[in-house]
Structures are given as structure tokens and as C-alpha cells.
């Protein structure tokens, strides 16, 4: 499955922004998905993810209570809600997808940059 992450931006602190995650044969609500994030000089780190039932495992806690997950069963796709955004939190994200969530998901998309800058 080919997946495409969109939304990205230059936003300033405090500013919110909506990614969204598609696959290119409209199968994303079969599938689990996760947000992956890559900083300049950082490991890759996962944000969240979702199962194809909308259960919510995982979600990190350097973003607890500021980022949701969601899926848009109509629109087969996947967002992450991402409200107070930090400096810290500017890094190139990536939509990933596989039958459970968890470390070694199989499905990677082109990343999206959220830049977080005054």
C-alpha cells in the first residue's frame, strides 16, 4: 500500500495543525496506522497510533494532551490533530501502516515537515 502524508506547515508556537494520512488504493481502514516523526540530528520517534478497530495503544508522552488521532472511516484516512504546537515538536512526520501497531510497521509514506518556529 502506498501511503501520503499531508498537512504540513510553518506554524508558530501555539498554532495547531491537521496532518492526514491516505492510502492510494483505499484501504488505510483495514489497516493500523501510526505517526512517526524525525527530527534534524534525532532519532526517528513514534507519536501514535491507531487500529483499524480505533483503538488508541499508543501515544507518546511528549505529546499526550496536545495531539489526537482519528480516522475518517468515509474518507479512508487517517489524521493527527496537532494543537500547542512547540519548537520541539518541528520534525519531518511520517504515516506508517501494517495489520497491528507496533515497532517494525511495514508501510511507510513520504513524510510531511511541521516546522514550529516564531
Known amino acids: 500500500v502506498q501511503l501520503q502524508a499531508s498537512g504540513g506547515g510553518l506554524v508558530q508556537p501555539g498554532d495547531s495543525l491537521r496532518l492526514s494520512c491516505a492510502a492510494s488504493d483505499d484501504t488505510l481502514n483495514y489497516y493500523a496506522v501510526g505517526w512517526y516523526r524525525q527530527a534534524p540530528g534525532k532519532e526517528r520517534e513514534g507519536v501514535s497510533c491507531?487500529?483499524?478497530?480505533?483503538?488508541?495503544?499508543f501515544t507518546a508522552d511528549s505529546v499526550k494532551g496536545r495531539f489526537t488521532i482519528s480516522r475518517d472511516i468515509g474518507k479512508n484516512t487517517v489524521h493527527l490533530q496537532m494543537d500547542t504546537l512547540k519548537p520541539e515538536d518541528t520534525a519531518v512526520y511520517y504515516c506508517?501502516?501494517?495489520?497491528?501497531?507496533?515497532?517494525?510497521?511495514?508501510?511507510w509514506g513520504k513524510g510531511t515537515q511541521v516546522t514550529v518556529s516564531s
Open positions: 506508517v501502516a501494517d495489520n497491528f501497531c507496533g515497532k517494525g510497521m511495514k508501510y
Open positions: 491507531i487500529t483499524s478497530a480505533e483503538f488508541i495503544p
